[in-house]
């Protein structure tokens, strides 16, 4: 007779060790943008109770009966690449955290997945090889991931397993928390024996493409979803990838989460990862010439028409102050438009000087990166000026704060600018509506912003154009300056990797 022996723990006895850094690096950029921590305690207390990552893992632990131990959570400095230092300064509370708490039942880490410092390329590869040295081979160590991770060898090797968001604009960073600590939970209790598995189509997708509502990725979600449905299977995640980092493979990984069974995962994430290659083609992204944007906007018989300038996305990196868009309307005489955001502190300094009412002379935005425009030389009336502070009215962070800085809301020949202090993707509606405008009433809103808008905007738009421009955040993969990149991968190198499907046709 075999007896199978299962370590059964009591629920109380389960210690959890929790602390996270939180990092999409646009490695092309240099620009400086401070981070934020918090310790201990403390980062319990602000985000219990909330709709966060950490949220949903001191909601499970405490249904669970299971105890979290805090160390520090938070982002290091930078846009670009982390700067040592502040990434040090996280880490290193982290693990020193992990080894004052040994022995523990399991690491659970709050990574983004889109990260590197100044040293390494893969920020969270590093981060759970330095746990692992401290926790040892057996011990789970887990985390959720934003959709935008890009998986390397060193987070394969590293981590236990991972649960990605299954959405973008993410609206489940809360949902896929919750499912990765409920998963670790089970794993400890014996109760589920978690095997991953990897597998990349050698594919980069532009965040513009990326958006889960909508083909092509529409049907790459529901595929994962239907493998997940599926005995034995625990959990799929499509990582979309964070192309803007010049890593060895900044694409696409599918990771699937099998119960004991490691030819399962591998052989689920090898059909999910051959379903997305084959519809690589309509992955390309298929954006508008601004002129074109321009006239189709114009001929719509009513507004909202939003164009999106992704390219200039400052949640991706990019300043957000590019100025080809604004003098593409202005040019052509666009009135009864908007613009959510222009980024330019000076420019917010001389509104304010100039004072509410009043009309003033400057040049606006195009001080940070010279290809996305020259700044822009304009007369406007300050219609408002603002602290720029409002609470988002959702759906994506619902009821949290944001500050834009101070802002003014300049009018340009009928185009109301909305210079702000700080970068903010309009993801709320709030934005317009805390400065006393009614986004709904405009002809025209341009917003600085890839894909998060469209979960307020979409249900207000007439149409929604996204257009062709230069910048970080675009589409124009090829252009970029790559070194690391392992070459060839579509679509960088799409006509090598294509043409057999294109002579097909
Ligand atoms: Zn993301």
């Known amino acids: 007779m075999i007896l199978l022996m299962v370590k059964i723990q009591k629920e109380s006895d389960i210690r959890l060790i929790g602390g996270g850094i939180s990092h999409e690096s646009c490695t092309f950029i240099t620009r400086f943008i401070p981070g934020n921590m918090l310790a201990g305690q403390e980062a319990l207390d602000h985000h219990r109770g909330r709709r966060t990552n950490l949220s949903a893992m001191i909601d499970v632990c405490e249904r669970e009966g299971v105890g979290l131990i805090p160390t520090v ?164 995640t499509v990582s979309a990838g964070y192309p803007y980092a010049d890593v060895p493979y900044p694409g696409v990984t599918m990771m699937v989460v099998a119960d004991g069974d490691e030819d399962l995962a591998q052989r689920k994430a090898d059909e999910l990862s051959r379903f997305c290659w084959d519809l690589r083609l309509d992955f390309l992204a298929r954006v508008v010439p601004m002129e074109r944007a321009l006239d189709m906007a114009l001929a719509e018989p009513e507004g909202p028409v939003v164009l999106t300038d992704q390219a200039d996305n400052p949640g991706g990196g990019p300043p957000q102050d590019g100025t080809l868009a604004l003098k593409a309307m202005l040019d052509h005489g666009v009135t009864n438009a908007c613009l959510a955001v222009l980024r330019d502190p000076e420019a917010v300094a001389k509104a304010i000087e100039a004072g509410v009412g009043n009309t003033v002379t400057m040049k606006i935005g195009g001080k940070t990166e010279p290809w996305v425009g020259d700044p822009l030389e304009v007369a406007g009336t300050v219609r408002l000026i603002s602290d720029g502070r409002y609470v988002s009215s959702g759906p994506m962070g619902r009821g949290s704060e944001r500050s834009m800085g101070r802002t003014a809301v300049l009018n340009v020949k009928g ?57 970080w955040h675009g589409t124009r993969l090829a252009a970029f300056p790559w070194t690391k990149l392992k070459r060839p991968v579509f679509p960088v190198d799409a006509d090598a990797l294509s043409i057999s499907e294109l002579r097909k046709e």
């Open 73 to 236: 959570y938070g982002s290091p400095d930078s846009r670009g690449r982390c700067l040592n230092e502040s990434y040090y300064s996280l880490l290193n509370p982290i693990l020193e955290g992990i080894e004052g708490a040994m022995p523990v039942d399991g690491v659970l880490l709050l990574l983004h997945g889109g990260g590197a410092t100044e040293d390494e390329d893969d920020l969270e590869g590093h981060v759970l090889e330095q746990v692992r040295k401290i926790v040892g081979e057996e011990t789970p160590v887990v985390t959720p991931l934003d959709m935008h991770a890009n998986i390397g060898p060193k987070m394969m090797k590293n981590g236990t397993f991972f649960c990605g968001y299954d959405t973008y604009p993410h609206v489940d960073g809360y949902e896929r928390s919750a499912e990765v600590t409920q998963l670790l939970i089970d794993t400890i209790r014996g109760k589920i024996d978690p095997k991953i598995a990897y597998a990349q189509p050698n594919m980069i997708i532009t965040p513009v493409m990326q958006k889960t509502g909508y083909h092509p990725m529409k049907a790459v979600i529901e595929k994962a979803h239907e493998i997940e449905a599926e005995p034995g299977v625990l959990s799929a």
């Open 415 to 471: 185009i109301d600018v909305i210079l702000t202090e700080r970068s903010q993707q309009a993801t709320s509606l709030a934005l317009y509506r805390s400065l006393g405008l009614e986004p709904t009433e405009y002809k025209i809103l341009l917003v600085k912003s890839c894909v998060h808008y469209r979960a307020a905007h979409e249900p207000i738009a007439k149409k929604i154009i996204e257009i062709d421009l230069p910048g």
